[in-house]
């Protein structure tokens, strides 16, 4: 038992002797903690740093990987404005064709199975572009200022001046498609009607060239043509169209249709 009147002298916790020491010492003491913790800001500001470039490679890969071209071989049935449309093509079959038009050749519709297409070709920049000489520019405006094509009022002019148009709206088929399609529903002639068939009992006759119905011809009508059913040009583009839509191409078509 402690003796009275006597009281033990409590004893200061580390805590406090902690305490002490800062104040006595405490510039000495602080300088060395805030060095401490600028180095662990430039630890996590280097490793933070690998993960943001890393990020960064990944997505421009990603986007590279994306934009990069691809080929394509063509199946019967194909025409350009179906690739475009179903492998995505920027610009649609016009810029697929000008990217494979060495490939393709002058005709767009004139494509055959096993062609190889570049799908999203990059995009040549100006110093790859050649420069157009002073004579090709005197060609080119020649060219532009020269007057329509002309053809001549027969089946020939009538079948090639179809083509350009359908070339224009990217309609697949060939000049021997459309011969051989026409000499079989009309012998040649565009102001043929098919009378007796099971379009004209049911108050629709076949006409023209390509024997269309008049429904047909109205759904399938090519802008700039004339909305005669009876006129040749009119007639075979909107059959051909029928024929895109519905067979791939007028060139698969070798029967009724």
């Known amino acids: 038992m402690a003796k009275k009147g006597k009281h033990r002298r409590p004893k200061s916790s580390s805590l406090t002797r902690s305490v002490?020491?800062?104040g006595t010492g405490g510039a000495a003491l602080v300088l060395p903690m805030m060095a401490a913790t600028g180095a662990n800001a430039a630890d996590s500001a280097?490793?933070?740093?690998?993960?943001?470039?890393?990020?960064?490679?990944?997505?421009e890969k990603s986007e590279k990987?994306?934009?990069?071209?691809?080929?394509?071989?063509v199946v019967a049935g194909d025409y350009l404005s179906k690739i475009a449309q179903d492998q995505s093509v920027d610009g649609g079959w016009k810029r697929l064709y000008q990217d494979n038009r060495k490939a393709v050749g002058d005709d767009p519709s004139l494509i055959r199975p096993g062609l190889k297409l570049t799908i999203n070709a990059p995009a040549k920049s100006k110093s790859q572009e050649k420069p157009v000489s002073d004579t090709t520019a005197s060609k080119t405006s020649a060219s532009e200022s020269a007057e329509p094509a002309t053809y001549s009022d027969d089946?020939?002019?009538?079948?090639?001046?179809s083509l350009a148009v359908m070339a224009e709206h990217g309609i697949p088929g060939s000049y021997e498609g459309i011969?051989?399609?026409?000499?079989?529903?009309?012998s040649g002639n565009p102001s043929a009607v098919n009378n007796w068939d099971s379009n004209a009992a049911a108050g629709t006759p076949s006409k023209g060239l390509l024997q269309v119905i008049p429904p047909t011809f109205e759904a399938y009508h090519v802008p700039g043509t004339s909305t005669d059913i009876f006129d040749p040009v009119a007639n075979i583009t909107a059959a051909c169209n029928y024929a895109a839509d519905n067979y791939g191409s007028i060139d698969n078509v070798d029967g009724p249709y």
């Open 20 to 22: 002490v020491a800062a």
């Open 46 to 59: 280097k490793s933070s740093a690998p993960e943001k470039s890393s990020a960064a490679a990944t997505a």
């Open 65 to 73: 990987k994306k934009d990069a071209p691809a080929t394509y071989s």
């Open 155 to 161: 089946l020939d002019g009538w079948i090639k001046e």
């Open 179 to 186: 011969e051989r399609n026409i000499l079989r529903e009309s």
